[in-house]
């Protein structure tokens, strides 16, 4: 798996994470801007996933399973459009802070990503 791809997703998710929360601190829901960031983790989580997808189909094996590993990177590549969606359903700070959720767990399935595939 590239390891550069794995942590500027988690940092990203991480930096969500906070951004969100400060907003749901000072009592605000999501904002546009806090989705349009939500869709640059996203995208950065699809890319992973495609690239975890790539190197699985060039014969490269995870350390701790394949359907492990596959099952994670569906999970990371879900959890913030989830947490996306569920924040359009609660507008209020509650929303900000099921977003900033979603970002750190993202955070957390990038770790675990790392540890399967050998890191």
């Known amino acids: 798996m590239l390891d550069v ?23 605000q829901p999501t904002k546009d801007w806090h989705f349009i960031g939500m869709a640059m983790v996203s995208a950065l989580a699809l890319l992973q996933l495609v690239v975890g997808i790539v190197q699985l189909a060039r ?3 995870p350390d701790q399973g394949t359907a492990i ?18 924040s359009l359903a609660e507008r209020s700070r509650w929303g900000s802070l099921t977003a900033a959720a979603g970002g750190v767990v ?9 540890d399967i595939w050998g890191g």
């Open 69 to 86: 590993f596959v099952a994670y990177l569906l999970g990371a590549f879900a959890c913030v459009p989830a947490a996306a969606f569920m």
């Open 5 to 27: 791809l794995t942590l500027v997703t988690a940092v990203t998710a991480l930096l969500l994470a906070a951004w969100c929360g400060w907003a749901a601190y000072r009592d």
């Open 106 to 114: 993202l955070a957390v399935l990038e770790v675990r990503l790392y």
């Open 59 to 61: 014969g490269e094996q």
